[in-house]
């Protein structure tokens, strides 16, 4: 095998390679924005946000504490006091290198006779991307997790 042989042929597999992983960064971009709403940022990211669901607030908080290996986030929540916690997110699981940063929120769980809403305000962000992008997912996290539906 001559050496412009061994280029070509090198270069045709780190083509086709390349040519793999963009297709299925967009694929599954594609699909999460058909799935959740929106393409990221779609201006689903906002210093407050308002959840509501059914489900009582021991529900809703045992419902985020329970991880689960199909998670979007790798995350912690920590209470502060009775109704208030501290949500604290480092990355985003699935994507590996896809979204690198840290994020704060707060959570305030109010119970209301008809149902229970969850405020998830932000306090701080490593980056401008990951707030657009964690705030993206948090809509699709909140919906799967406590069944929440965002109305603010």
Same mark, same amino acid.
């Given at each position: 095998?001559?050496?412009? /042989?061994?280029?070509?042929?090198?270069? /045709?597999?780190?083509?086709?390679?390349?040519?793999?992983?963009?297709?299925r960064t967009w694929i599954l971009y594609f699909i999460r924005a058909r799935k959740y709403g929106g393409i990221p940022p779609s201006l689903e990211s906002r210093v407050?946000?308002?959840?509501?669901?059914?489900?009582?607030?021991?529900?809703?908080?045992?419902?985020?504490? /329970?991880?689960?290996?199909?998670?979007?986030?790798?995350?912690?929540?920590?209470?502060?006091?009775?109704?208030?916690?501290?949500?604290?997110?480092?990355?985003?699981?699935?994507?590996?290198?896809?979204?690198?940063?840290?994020?704060?929120?707060?959570?305030?769980?109010?119970?209301?006779?008809?149902?229970?809403?969850?405020?998830?305000?932000?306090?701080?962000?490593?980056?401008?991307?990951?707030?657009?992008?964690?705030?993206?997912?948090?809509?699709?996290?909140?919906?799967?997790?406590?069944?929440?539906?965002?109305?603010?």
């Amino acid at each position: 095998m001559s050496q412009e /042989s061994i280029e070509v042929l090198f270069f /045709s597999v780190w083509s086709l390679i390349m040519v793999v992983m963009i297709s299925r960064t967009w694929i599954l971009y594609f699909i999460r924005a058909r799935k959740y709403g929106g393409i990221p940022p779609s201006l689903e990211s906002r210093v407050r946000m308002k959840f509501v669901t059914q489900l009582s607030k021991d529900e809703v908080i045992e419902g985020l504490r /329970s991880h689960k290996p199909n998670d979007i986030f790798e995350y912690e929540i920590r209470s502060e006091n009775d109704f208030v916690y501290r949500l604290w997110i480092k990355g985003i699981d699935q994507f590996k290198g896809y979204c690198k940063g840290n994020a704060k929120y707060r959570l305030m769980i109010i119970q209301k006779p008809e149902n229970t809403v969850v405020w998830v305000v932000l306090l701080s962000c490593d980056n401008e991307t990951a707030k657009e992008r964690y705030g993206w997912e948090l809509k699709g996290f909140m919906e799967k997790k406590i069944m929440a539906v965002r109305v603010e």
